[in-house]
């Protein structure tokens, strides 16, 4: 099982990125994925997640409005699609997986619920 984030890079304020978590080993609808930033010195946030299979999604209040997660099965990616970036956007992002069956319902994007971990792919928003 293996989670690879890419599509990070330099942006200007108001601009956009959309990340992409790619995997390997499983089918990431089969799990909840997660998408989480940590910016140095800070802890690691939860963004937004996808729920397996019947794909609700949810935001953290920080993103809401600005932030968009998609899926495409075929692909076995996950998109995370950011508009309207701020500064305090920049940090490294992450992508997760929770495969865990015993987790129903919509997901939540709970760092410590997620056991598979992609490489971190950096954002910075700078003028």
């Known amino acids: 099982v293996q989670l690879q984030a890419f599509g990070g890079g330099s942006v200007q304020p108001g601009g956009s990125l959309r990340l992409s978590c790619a995997a390997s080993?499983?089918?990431?609808?089969?799990?909840?994925i997660g998408w989480f930033r940590q910016a140095p010195g800070k802890v690691r946030e939860g963004l937004s997640c996808?729920?397996?299979?019947?794909?609700?999604?949810k935001y953290a209040d920080s993103v809401k409005g600005r932030f968009t997660i998609s899926r495409d099965k075929a692909k076995n990616i996950v998109y995370l699609e950011m508009n309207n970036l701020k500064p305090e956007d920049t940090a490294v992002y992450y992508c997760?997986?929770?495969?865990?069956?015993?987790?129903?319902?919509?997901?939540?994007?709970?760092?410590?619920?997620?056991?598979?971990w992609g490489q971190g792919t950096l954002v910075t928003v700078s003028s």
């Open positions: 080993g499983f089918a990431l609808d089969s799990a909840h």
């Open positions: 997760a997986a929770d495969r865990a069956a015993f987790r129903t319902g919509i997901c939540r994007a709970i760092p410590r619920f997620y056991e598979y």
């Open positions: 996808f729920t397996r299979n019947n794909g609700g999604t």
